[in-house]
Each structure stands twice: as structure tokens, then as C-alpha cells.
């Protein structure tokens, strides 16, 4: 109940400065009470920017005027600051201070206290104090603390951020037992406008040994193909990275001529995955193999590895190791694709294979 028992003492509202487009609305109900009877009356009116505006003024001597309920319609075309006070006779006690929405409406009855509603209607809160925590732009979000799940209205439509307006970090603490101080902070820094990070269709952990890709199948052709293994863009790799790829082939039926790791971009071997000998029918070659950029030059690309073979009786060669050295045109930095290059085939049949990429994170 708002109680105004004294002829100097009214009921105000101000805003915080001039408004944009329009004064915003008020309207006001009020009874004075006496012995001879309960009388109630209405007022209405508009704000005047930064000037208070009385909405209920002081009642006349021998009289108590009780305000039982006013709004403040937010007719602005942006967000407003309001002050409800009372003034005492020049001293001013605000009741309350908030930010009404465009479109919003700020309530007060003597049974329910202060509301707000929307500009689609609906009760954003019923808390007494004039508290509404945040507004539909979320334009007064100082102070306001986020206790339930960010949910979208739709699965799969929404963005966080845009292209142009885009968020500076992502904070995150998993399961840790101490969110407040053991957590994970997200960043990056981009030169080339916009750079997707894009999760495969896997369950692994993101680290210094980062999953990049895998391929496998079977092939029947006997003139040389490459399969790529990953197409990098400008940026995907630092100098400081290193690859990964481990795989096998199976000679099936046929023998394979040879095998490489391959910058198809600019047309060059990087290493030889086959043991450097033809693989024949029936042998399985598995290989490991690190690629990097020299130290002396981007363009410069190091490979050391190892190659086994097995057949099908589970007779095996000793692993041979390989290092190879080969000058591209596109740096280990730019946008060119790692493939593994089958060299053709001597005899005809089918050839099996499987590898894996890993990108290991330079310091």
C-alpha cells in the first residue's frame, strides 16, 4: 500500500533522461478517505523526460489518499530507466528504480505489489521490489544472475553470436569439482575473417593429439588414385604442428606399385608408406609416418617413418624406417590437401585400405 497522509506528500515518476521518440504513460488510481465516505478517483497522464510528473498528488488537509494501483506503459522506442518516488515535501524516497522494456508495462496493485508485463503479455515477474532481472533485449543484464538452463525455443536453428558480433571467449568447467577456479577458457585469433571449426561424427578428446580424419575402403583400380585424407585451409596448421598418419594397406589380389603420402595441391610426395618395395598379393603394410615443416623454411617439409608388412601366414619383415625431404609450393600454413596416393597397380585385383590423421598442437 502506498499511503500519502500529509498535503505535501505526492506520488512521482521520472526518467533517467529525455526519451527518443515518446513519453511513456501512466495511469493511476487512488481513494482518499475520510469519515463520510470512501471516494475513488483516477488520474492519467505522460512522463516529460527527466522532470518528475506527479501521478497522484497530495490529499487535502483532514484526508489520507491510499494509491491502489497505477501502470507506466513503455510507449519509448527504446528501453527506459523509470523512478517511482515519493516526495515528502521536496525530499525524495524512491520506491523503485527500473528498466522498462519497449513495449512493457510497469504494474503496481495493492494486493499483488509490482508486475511487469511483456509486450507479448505475459508476467515477467511477481516479485515485490520492482526486480524484474533481465528484459526482452537483455539490454540490463548487470547484475543479473542466470539460475536455470539457456534453452533455445527451437533445437537447431539458433546462433550464439554472428559474424559480425561475435562473442569474445567461451567459458566452461565440464564436471570439475571446482568450477570457480579449474576451468576452460575457449579462444582464438583470426587473420583470415571467419574460420570454422567443424566436430566430426566421432567421440574423442580434443588435445594435444587432435583427431583430424580417417578414411577406409577398397579399390579396384589399376591406374594411380589418391585418396584424400584432409584438405587444410589457410591457418588449420601453425609451423609449430605436426602430423600424424598411421595406416595400412592390404593387397588383396593385386600388387600395389607403390604408396604415398601425397601433397596433391602441388602434386608431391611427401613420403613413402609402401617400405619402398612393390606390395604383392596377399601382404598387409602398415606404417606410421610424422610430417612437419622444416625449421628453415614452410615450404620445406620433413617425414620420418616406419613401414612393416605382414602376410597372410603371419610371416613378417622387420619395420623399415624412411625419412624424406621434399620442397612444395604451398606453405605448411596455407590451404592444400593431404592425400594418399596409390601409384598404380602391376597386377590387377583388389586393394584394402584404412589410415588415420592426427594433428599434434605445436607449443
Not at 483532514?62 to 530507466?81: L, N, W
Not at 567461451?170 to 579462444?187: E, V
Not at 585424407?229 to 596448421?237: E, P, T
Request: glycine share 10%.
Amino acid at each position: 500500500m502506498i499511503n500519502l497522509d500529509t498535503t505535501t506528500k505526492s506520488l512521482e515518476v521520472k526518467l533517467a533522461g529525455a526519451v527518443t521518440t515518446n513519453q511513456l504513460v501512466y495511469s493511476a488510481n487512488y481513494v482518499d478517505t475520510n469519515l463520510s465516505g470512501v471516494p475513488v478517483s483516477e488520474t492519467n497522464g505522460l512522463t516529460n523526460n527527466g522532470t518528475a510528473v506527479t501521478m497522484v498528488s497530495a490529499p487535502a488537509s483532514t484526508k489520507r489518499r491510499i494509491v491502489k494501483s497505477f501502470s507506466i506503459y513503455q510507449k519509448d522506442t527504446v528501453d527506459a530507466v523509470v523512478t517511482v518516488q515519493i516526495n515528502d515535501n521536496g525530499t525524495l524516497r524512491p520506491l523503485v528504480v527500473i528498466t522498462i522494456p519497449v513495449g512493457a508495462t510497469l504494474m503496481y496493485t495493492e494486493s499483488d505489489q509490482w508486475k511487469m508485463m511483456t509486450a507479448a503479455g505475459l508476467i515477467a515477474t511477481s516479485a515485490s521490489g520492482g526486480s524484474t532481472g533481465a528484459n526482452t533485449a537483455l539490454s540490463n543484464l548487470s547484475g543479473v544472475a542466470i539460475n536455470a538452463a539457456l534453452l533455445p525455443d527451437t533445437a537447431g536453428i539458433r546462433s550464439l553470436g554472428s559474424g559480425t558480433l561475435p562473442w569474445q571467449y567461451l567459458w566452461l568447467s565440464g564436471d570439475a569439482g571446482t568450477p570457480g577456479t579449474n576451468n576452460h577458457k575457449l579462444t582464438g585469433v583470426s587473420t583470415s575473417g571467419t574460420r570454422v571449426v567443424t566436430f566430426q561424427d566421432k567421440t574423442y578428446t580434443v588435445g594435444d593429439k587432435q583427431f583430424l580424419a580417417e578414411i577406409s575402403g577398397t579399390t579396384t583400380n589399376a591406374s594411380a588414385e589418391n585418396f584424400t585424407l584432409y584438405a587444410f585451409s589457410a591457418g588449420d596448421l601453425t609451423v609449430k604442428d605436426r602430423l600424424l598418419v598411421v595406416g595400412t594397406w592390404e593387397a588383396v589380389t593385386q600388387q600395389t606399385a607403390s604408396l604415398f603420402l601425397y601433397n596433391s595441391t602441388d602434386s608431391k610426395n611427401l613420403a613413402e608408406v609402401d617400405g619402398t618395395a612393390a606390395i604383392t598379393a596377399g601382404l598387409v603394410c602398415s606404417s606410421f609416418t610424422y610430417l612437419m615443416a622444416a625449421q628453415s623454411s614452410s615450404t620445406l617439409i620433413s617425414a620420418i617413418g616406419s613401414a612393416s608388412r605382414v602376410s597372410a601366414d603371419n610371416t613378417n619383415t622387420n619395420p623399415l624406417g624412411n625419412t624424406f625431404r621434399n620442397t612444395v609450393t604451398t606453405a605448411w600454413t596455407g590451404t592444400w590437401t593431404l592425400v594418399l596416393r596409390q601409384g598404380g597397380v602391376t597386377a590387377g585385383g583388389t586393394g584394402r585400405y584404412e589410415f588415420t590423421v592426427f594433428r599434434l598442437v605445436g607449443q
